[in-house]
């Protein structure tokens, strides 16, 4: 059981954007993606949801193939999570929520739906604003929104493209930390394409650290978000430790 | 809150469904010739009895209504109707709010087409119809197979979709002056005359064409609400996450909106603004979810046509002014209420 690819390459036009990745996310983890700017982490969700066709390698569901399985299938498996951007042409929070039934519609009754998306509404701090419109939100009640889209779609892995990118501090936190509740609840397999270092390090199981589509290093934060990496892949000197046992990451130069 | 929701939305439909029906009802026994109500129903429904029921009705009532007003009301009502609908998928799947059913070049094909024809024929056009509307009706959907080849090369995207159509409305825009240009006097007047849109001579052919194109193009546009809304929160690869063969159905959507604009360029000529408009209006009142907003829409736009219409042959009797040029002068200060409303609302 696990969402994984072997061999994993994509050329656009000239450019490699990623190259031999091999990569498993289990049911009850939860992987943080880092890497500088291009480095591919957008590229490899894309990839792993299956809205682009790799060059060369395969992803799998489960043992199944991705290309075997239709849209609806891959949407009924997997939950992709994008920033909280973009005008939604007034589309309502329940409207955006109920969409994460999207998949299920051919077998859900009416009621079921409403009781789900009620349920989703109400774990993600959404009752009260069910009727305003997506676009009226605050950045972290877009993120919210996205969240509980994502958890009614009752998908087993969770791709996360950049979450936290346009929130402030707080927002941050409660996002990951939304996620990490349902990866430990629900045992879904979460993967977050993410800047934030220190964030990463906290809140994930195991890091994933790309470099010009390259896998550089993965496992626990204390092996990957080395001095000595995060020179290569980032290109900076930084300074890396804990306080109080949460994990920070300073950078202090350019390299 | 959703219950009150769905209750606004259930008065929305009440009120914009009965106003519907008095507006058609008045509009059809308004006129030159007018009629009382109970005249007008009896005339209307006396074909519809056994001979011996027939109510006593003066043989012209009947011809003015049936010939005339009914057919004209009914081709109003459609093509508002379908044009609304056609903007709403159009501006659906493009999740561009500044797309109408046109942007995919459809008219200024039509209006290729419908020259091409006029200039052929050797009365310029004025004795048979049937000719133009089928050569606007071919030249709307080469255009459109031409848009949707082009997408097709570069990955069908919206953004692609609404380019290619734009750069075929010029070239074809570019044909249309070509033939203006080299047509005679007379000629030049009916091609210009066919641009300006309007229900003027519905005939039931019209009818039965527009109605059966937009009989089997709403259902399949209703089937996918679900579709449009996914494509509406973020776009082709949202859609597609959540399980939606984006490609596939952005070209049956675009099929069906280009079918029902098509058939109705070529019977009304061009009404532009409804299908960009009623969109809005829609939104405005019963919010983004495709579900309620395709059928809302639709009415929004047989209500604004059938005004227009109405106005457009009522205000300076007996010139009569098309219903494409009415409808901009009704639908621009509803549209332009609706959104200040809104935004002070907002604010």
């Known amino acids: 059981m696990s969402l994984s690819c072997t061999a994993l390459s994509v050329t656009r036009g000239k450019r490699t954007v990623l190259s031999g990745i091999d990569f498993a996310l289990e049911p009850g ?31 799998s569901i489960d043992g199944k193939r991705l290309p075997s399985l239709t849209r609806a299938q891959v949407a009924r498996s997997i939950a992709y999570v994008p920033q909280a951007g973009g005008d939604t042409m007034s589309l309502s929070v329940s409207e955006m929520v109920t969409l994460g039934r999207a998949p299920h519609r051919a077998t859900d009754t009416v009621s079921l739906r409403a009781r789900k998306v009620e349920a989703a509404l109400a774990r993600f701090a959404l009752n009260g604003m069910e009727t305003r419109a997506f676009d009226q939100l605050s950045g972290g009640e877009r993120q919210r929104v996205l969240l509980a889209r994502a958890f009614v779609q009752e998908a087993r892995y969770l791709l996360l493209d950049e979450p936290t990118s346009a929130l402030d501090l707080r927002h941050q936190l409660e996002a990951l930390r939304t996620v990490r ?19 990463a390090a906290r809140f994930a199981d195991r890091l994933v650290l790309l470099e010009q589509g390259r896998i550089r290093a993965a496992g626990a934060w204390q092996n990957v978000l080395t ?5 290569g892949a980032f290109g900076i000197e930084a300074r890396v430790g804990t306080v109080d046992g949460l994990p920070f990451v300073i950078p202090e130069a350019q390299g | 809150m959703i219950a009150q929701a769905f209750a606004r939305r259930t008065g929305a439909f009440a009120v ?61 009502i459609i093509a508002g109707a379908g044009l609304a609908v056609a903007g709403v998928a159009m501006q659906g799947i493009t999740r561009n709010p500044l797309v109408s059913p046109y942007t995919i070049g459809i008219s200024p094909a039509a209006s290729f087409g419908a020259s091409i024809a006029i200039l052929a024929s050797g009365d310029g056009g004025a004795g048979n119809y049937a000719p133009v509307v089928v050569a606007a009706f071919a030249a709307a959907l080469l255009c459109a197979f031409l848009v949707l080849g082009l997408s097709a090369l570069r990955g069908v995207t919206g953004t692609v979709l609404v380019l290619s159509g734009v750069g075929l409305s010029y070239l074809f825009g570019a044909l249309s002056s070509t033939l203006q240009f080299v047509a005679s006097e007379q000629q030049l007047a009916v ?49 597609s996450s959540l399980g939606f063969a984006v490609a596939r159905t952005r070209i049956v959507i675009t099929v069906a909106a280009v079918l029902v604009t098509a058939a109705i360029v070529s019977y009304a000529g061009v009404i532009g603004f409804v299908g960009l408009v009623a969109p809005h209006i829609g939104r405005l009142i019963v919010g983004g979810d495709h579900r309620v907003l395709l059928p809302f829409s639709a009415l929004v736009g047989a ?30 200060p509803i549209f332009l209420h609706l959104l200040l409303g809104r935004a002070r609302h907002r604010a």
Not at chain 2, 51 to 66: K, M, N, T
Not at chain 2, 206 to 230: C, D, E, F
Not at chain 2, 315 to 331: M, N, R
Request: with cysteine; charged share 10%; proline share 6%.
């Open chain 1, 29 to 59: 983890e939860l992987v943080c993606l880092v890497g500088a700017n291009g480095a591919g982490k957008s590229s490899l969700i894309r990839c792993l949801d299956g809205l682009w066709r790799p060059g060369s390698g395969e992803v």
């Open chain 1, 181 to 199: 509740e349902m990866v430990d609840e629900l045992q879904v397999g979460a993967l977050i394409a993410i800047h934030d270092l220190s964030a």
């Open chain 1, 227 to 231: 001095p000595e990496h995060l020179r």
């Open chain 2, 16 to 76: 914009l469904g009965l106003l519907l029906v008095t507006v058609a009802g008045f509009a059809t026994l308004h006129g030159v010739q007018h009629m009382p109500l109970t005249t007008g129903l009896k005339a209307m429904i006396a074909p519809l009895l056994p001979a011996g029921w027939r109510a006593d009705v003066p043989p012209s009532y009947q011809a003015i209504l049936l010939t005339l007003r009914l057919p004209r009301t009914l081709l109003a």
């Open chain 2, 191 to 239: 091609i210009v005359h066919w641009a300006f849109g309007s229900v003027n001579g519905a005939t039931w052919q019209a009818v039965t064409v527009t109605g059966l194109i937009l009989g089997i193009v709403l259902p399949v546009l209703a089937a996918h609400s679900w579709a449009l809304n996914a494509f509406a929160a973020g776009g082709d690869e949202v859609a």
């Open chain 2, 303 to 332: 209500l604004l046509l059938l005004l227009a219409d109405l106005a457009g042959r009522t205000l300076f009797a007996p010139v009569v002014v098309p219903a494409g040029i009415v409808v901009a002068y009704l639908g621009v």
